[in-house]
């Protein structure tokens, strides 16, 4: 079974700070995204890395893809209170299989 | 364009009574998903549909749970004799393929009374 674990599982945050969540796995993956859930929403893709190695940033949010495609990195700088929400990881098998799920990491960012 | 709808947004119903919620995929989008939940918590997978294939039920947590998808579109997914611990929001998504970045409609929140 193809697990992804997500740290920490909830974080509090002042405006203006940096933070960073982690996605990580014993197990390879062709590809691997990030999405953000907002109370009342469904989650919403912010990026997919494909690459080892791979770097993206979005604004002020920095996504990376560990070089053995085992792990993932979200960086958030500066953090502001719209950055409050759920994040979620989720990793793609090169197989006829849907995608794996972490359990995801809550944030609060305080005004 | 239209993305994934899921009506009811809402529903409120007693315990033992059987509901249905309704799922519009993206159209052209061959995968289809539905998670469940619970407040405060992450997704828990409950079914998949891709193409023609036999969906796979492994996520679903009881007998009472089922789903069909017409058509290769639109879903249904049916909780019969709800309990108490059903109330969660169903979250349905879809995908161009089953291991593609998946899109997502707001939920139907429901409460068992």
């Known amino acids: 079974t193809q697990l992804l674990e997500q740290s920490p599982q909830f974080l509090s945050i002042q405006e203006g700070e940096n933070l960073t969540v982690y996605c990580n796995s014993s197990s390879v993956f062709s590809s691997l995204q990030w999405y953000r859930q907002e109370p009342g929403e469904g989650p919403v893709l912010l990026v997919t890395v494909v690459t080892g190695g791979e770097v993206k940033k979005l604004k002020r949010l920095t996504f990376q893809f560990g070089d053995a495609r085992k792990d993932s990195s979200l960086h958030i700088t500066a953090a502001q209170p719209g950055d409050t929400g759920l994040y979620l990881c989720a990793g793609a098998t090169s197989g006829n299989t849907p995608l794996v799920f972490g359990k995801g990491t809550r944030l609060s960012v305080i005004a | ?113």
């Open chain 2, 1 to 113: 364009g239209a993305g994934v709808s899921q009506s009811p947004s809402n529903k409120v119903t007693e315990k033992g009574k059987d509901v249905e919620l309704r799922c519009d995929p993206i159209s052209g989008h061959t995968a289809l998903y539905w998670y469940r939940q619970s407040l405060g918590q992450g997704l828990e997978f409950l079914i998949y549909f891709q193409g023609n294939s036999a969906p796979d039920k492994s996520g679903l947590p009881s007998d009472r749970f089922s789903a069909e998808r017409t058509g290769g579109s639109v879903s249904t997914l049916t909780i019969q004799r709800t309990q108490q611990e059903d109330s969660a929001v169903y979250l349905c998504a879809s995908s161009l393929s089953v291991n593609q970045p998946q899109h997502f409609g707001d939920g139907t929140r429901l409460s068992i009374l």
